[in-house]
């Protein structure tokens, strides 16, 4: 079994949402679906920095589904409709299964990175603009980041990674000590979001 994971380098990130564009076109998301968001201090609707004027800092923090080790939604999923992948270790959603309960997004620690069709999905186009072998979207469901899990099968990267201009994302298996991912991981000092609450992210933020 591969662990994978990503990491994040803050200090490369520019907030060009090139990542959010990118993860929306490979999915074939929906109008007004996001899996991957872009924040900064105050969070995704307004840019604050870090510190004051006029020796301000803007840090920009990439956010999305954690694919956490211990994941607080599968465990309270009624129907397995989400679950951790077992040659993986990405956390999947199941279209077919999930019964529209929401219980994975109260569960879930990380705000907003969980999306619920409320109504039919609406496409920007009457044809695909990203990979052809997409699960179709549907109403009363739950959405999230995959990882690009058609792509990775595929012996691709999540196109997050694939086309961020700054190089700011390596993405590989945590648990292969030789992996880039797993090197950087081991080397740069870093954070994870939320580690008090015991749900083991599997995103490294490098600091």
Not at 8 to 15: A, E, K, Q, Y
Not at 126 to 145: L, R, S, Y
Not at 162 to 169: Q, S
Request: proline letters at 7%.
């Amino acid at each position: 079994m591969s662990h994978y994971g990503m990491a994040i380098d803050l200090n490369r990130c520019i907030g060009c949402h090139t990542c959010s564009v990118a993860c929306k076109m490979a999915n074939n998301l929906p109008q007004n679906v996001w899996w991957n968001r872009v924040a900064t201090t105050d969070g995704y609707s307004i840019d604050s920095t870090l510190t004051e004027w006029p020796q301000g800092k803007l840090e920009f923090m990439p956010i999305g589904c954690q694919h956490c080790e211990n994941p607080a939604c599968v465990k309270v999923c009624p129907v397995g409709a989400t679950y951790k992948d077992p040659e993986t270790g990405v956390v999947r959603q199941d279209y077919e299964k999930c019964i529209g309960c929401r219980m994975c997004m109260a569960a879930c620690p990380y705000t907003g990175v969980r999306s619920f069709n409320w109504e039919e999905p609406k496409a920007y186009y009457e044809f695909a603009v990203g990979d052809a072998d997409i699960p179709e979207h549907q109403k009363h469901t739950v959405e999230k980041c995959t990882f690009c899990y058609q792509r990775i099968a595929d012996g691709q990267e999540p196109a997050c990674m694939h086309l961020c201009p700054e190089r700011a994302r390596w993405w590989g298996d945590l648990d292969d000590p030789e992996s880039e991912v797993a090197k950087l991981v081991a080397t740069r000092s870093h954070k994870q979001l939320l580690p008090e609450m015991g749900t083991k992210p599997s995103i490294y933020y490098l600091v």
